[in-house]
């Protein structure tokens, strides 16, 4: 079983700047991709951006390079770093991982591909 436990969100002003954690335990970290999706109320959770075992990395169009997935093997976690962010970043962001890949970037980026699920932290951007 693989726990996954997100950190670092917040409230943070239109412009601004914040770094999600994401700690993994249960599995060989190392071997697992993981990924970041999103959720506001009553959406489809959206994917937004993904790193692979030995790090090559995967975003969603509508980050247009705010965004960056990084993990760190030793410490059994993942990071995204979020600028310039924007009050339509508000959601619920989600950690998840996956054992199985690799897999192509339309893969990753449905979450029904994903057998590992964070508790999500909230991400709130005000105008």
């Known amino acids: 079983q693989v726990q996954l436990v997100e950190s670092g969100g917040g409230l943070v002003q239109a412009g601004g700047s914040l770094r999600l954690s994401c700690a993994a335990s249960?599995?060989?970290?190392?071997?697992?991709?993981m990924g970041w999706f999103r959720q506001v109320p009553g959406k489809e959770r959206e994917f937004v951006a993904a790193?692979?075992?030995?790090?090559?990395?995967y975003y969603a169009d509508f980050q247009k390079g705010r965004l960056t997935i990084s993990r760190d093997n030793a410490k059994n976690t993942v990071y995204l770093q979020m600028n310039s962010l924007k009050p339509e970043d508000t959601a619920v962001y989600y950690c998840?991982?996956?054992?199985?890949?690799?897999?192509?970037?339309?893969?990753?980026?449905?979450?029904?591909?994903?057998?590992?699920w964070g508790q999500g932290t909230q991400v709130t951007v005000s105008p």
């Open positions: 790193i692979t075992w030995n790090g090559g990395t």
């Open positions: 249960g599995r060989t970290f190392s071997r697992g991709a």
């Open positions: 998840a991982a996956d054992f199985r890949g690799p897999f192509s970037r339309m893969t990753y980026s449905s979450s029904s591909n994903w057998n590992y």
